[in-house]
T-cell receptor, first 114, second 117 residues
Framework: NAGVTQTPKFQVLKTGQSMTLQCAQD?????MYWYRQDPGMGLRLIYY???????DKGEVPNGYNVSRLNKREFSLRLESAAPSQTSVYFC?????????????FGEGSRLTVL | AQKITQTQPGMFVQEKEAVTLDCTYD???????LFWYKQPSSGEMIFLIY??????QNATEGRYSLNFQKARKSANLVISASQLGDSAMYFC??????????????FGIGTKLQVIP
């Protein structure tokens, strides 16, 4: 059972470079999310997609864009990376099962921007 | 205002003892859910336990129980008989309806638990 798969697991960028984090889930979930985790700040929502074809901003969307390519895939793009975007990024999904709203997480992607 | 408050940055507990991790929340919606997730040093997020706002009884899952005090808006996690493998970061989270058509989940900043042999 793959669950939620995100790639890459590690990435080092220079300031100004761009990159895309990929996420795919095989649980037929409607909703997908991107969070970032920083020390002392917990997990903060960047963007979410309630269903295929829709995306919306979360708590900290600045500097990011997303694409819900299909029901399975939800990518996060950094167009011009900044050191403040150094973080661990988690993709998650949720479906209509119980408990409601339970998030299934990927393993995380550690991004360092120099 | 913070939606989820975890006031204990770090906790120590002796192996085999019980420990309580605090969590308070803030919402005006009558329908919500509360989660606890565990994050070991390997980094993955592991779902532990869930409590719905309408659930009459406190949730339990093995050695984990959720002490739900609705009037006080608290949802403390109790781990009984601590094991060395319980050493991890613990996050409290709240699900509440969102006008965007999805269940918004907000996390606290976490509590780092260390179990001492």
């Amino acid at each position: 059972n793959a669950g939620v798969t995100q790639t890459p697991k590690f990435q080092v960028l220079k300031t100004g470079q761009s990159m895309t984090l990929q996420c795919a889930q095989d649980m037929n979930h409607n909703s997908m999310y991107w969070y970032r985790q920083d020390p002392g700040m917990g997990l903060r929502l960047i963007y979410y997609s309630a269903s295929e074809g829709t995306t919306d901003k979360g708590e900290v969307p600045n500097g990011y864009n997303v694409s819900r390519l299909n029901k399975r895939e939800f990518s996060l793009r950094l167009e011009s990376a900044a050191p403040s975007q150094t973080s661990v990024y988690f993709c998650a999904s949720s479906g209509s099962g119980l408990p409601p709203g339970e998030l299934f997480f990927g393993e995380g992607s550690r991004l360092t921007v120099l | 205002a913070q939606k989820i408050t975890q006031t204990q940055p770090g906790m120590f507990v002796q192996e085999k003892e019980a420990v309580t991790l605090d969590c308070t929340y803030d919402t005006s919606d009558p329908s919500y859910g509360l989660f606890w997730y565990k994050q070991p040093s390997s980094g993955e997020m592991i779902f532990l336990i869930y409590q719905g706002s309408y659930d009459q009884q406190n949730a339990t899952e093995g050695r984990y129980s959720l002490n739900f005090q609705k009037a006080r808006k608290s949802a403390n996690l109790v781990i009984s008989a601590s094991q060395l493998g319980d050493s991890a970061m613990y996050f409290c989270a709240m699900r509440e309806p969102n006008s965007g058509g999805y269940q918004k989940v907000t996390f606290g900043i976490g509590t780092k638990l260390q179990v001492i042999p």
